[in-house]
């Protein structure tokens, strides 16, 4: 079994920027690796737009002092926030298919491009200090490619709405791990969603040779990985200031590839029905509907 990792545990990405021109390069890379860290190539003002719908939403539901800015604000819990209700106040069908944007993928890809309408969210503040930190809402070593289905061409993108730091946390890759497909996804109790067990990788399913990756993030960086990336959520235990840790990721394939149930419908409305797509998974309900 492998031992829990510390923050200085982990490698940090490699910086893909300069690939991005590299057509060949960024390909091989991506192969290689199973991962693209890319930085300031995202419109800082449609980050800091997100941001902000983010922070009014928050505001909105009672979690957020009305008069806190982005630089400084915090937030009691994350479960105690109604996530179908946060999807509301956060625009991000037209961040993800803004022309800056859709130029980005169509350069990582090397052709058009399909983004999911489904968007994970999250808005994280630090448990550090706490006397009873829960972590339950994160999610343990996994594949999204585990989750989502039925193709495996699509890519998951990870962007930082504020800046994240080592204790902010973050995302976790294991660099590599894509390569060896998909792996086992077994019941842990220690985290849940919904009521419910997620499925994670046991630890020790990752080799020596897949190292935990981790880097901190500015807004405009952005993060892409493979199907069958093994990664995990890193907990906010920010201090000194106890800073949030706010981001959202979707998933982007090729505008050519079949486009299941998760590709086509929005969370907030996949969240309610727990006999189809990620929710299946979530509950352990048999489906052929991906």
């Avoid at 019941?187 to 990788?201: A, Q, T």
């Amino acid at each position: 079994m492998t031992a829990a990792k510390t923050r200085t545990d982990y490698a940090e990405y490699t910086d893909c920027t300069p690939l991005l021109d590299d057509r060949k390069e960024l390909d091989r890379f991506y192969d290689e690796h199973g991962y693209l860290f890319l930085r300031g190539v995202l419109d800082r003002a449609l980050v800091r737009t997100a941001a902000e719908q983010m922070l009014h939403g928050l505001v909105s539901l009672g979690a957020a002092d009305p008069h806190a800015t982005l630089d400084e604000f915090t937030i009691d819990s994350f479960e105690a926030v109604d996530e179908v209700a946060m999807h509301g106040h956060i625009k991000y069908d037209e961040f993800w298919n803004s022309a800056p944007t859709t130029r980005l993928f169509e350069q990582i890809f090397g052709e058009e491009v399909f983004v999911f309408r489904s968007t994970t969210i999250r808005y994280y503040p630090s448990q550090a200090g706490s006397e009873d930190p829960a972590f339950s809402y994160l999610t343990p070593l996994h594949q999204d490619g585990f989750y989502i289905g039925p193709n495996k061409d699509f890519r998951t993108v990870w962007v930082p709405l504020i800046g994240t730091t080592e204790g902010t946390g973050g995302v976790a890759l294991a660099d590599g791990s894509h390569r060896h497909g998909p792996r086992d996804h077994v019941v842990n109790d220690s985290f849940r969603r919904f009521g419910h067990p997620v499925r994670g990788i046991p630890p020790h399913f990752v080799g020596e040779d897949e190292p935990l990756l981790f880097s901190a993030m500015e807004p405009g960086d952005v993060l892409v990985f493979h199907a069958h990336m093994c990664h995990k959520s890193i907990p906010n235990l920010a201090t000194a200031p106890p800073l949030m840790r706010m981001s959202m990721d979707t998933r982007v394939q090729p505008a050519a590839s079949h486009r299941g149930y998760n590709a086509l419908t929005p969370w907030p409305e996949s969240a309610k029905d727990p006999s189809k797509g990620i929710m299946s998974k979530i509950t352990g309900t048999p489906t052929e509907i991906e």
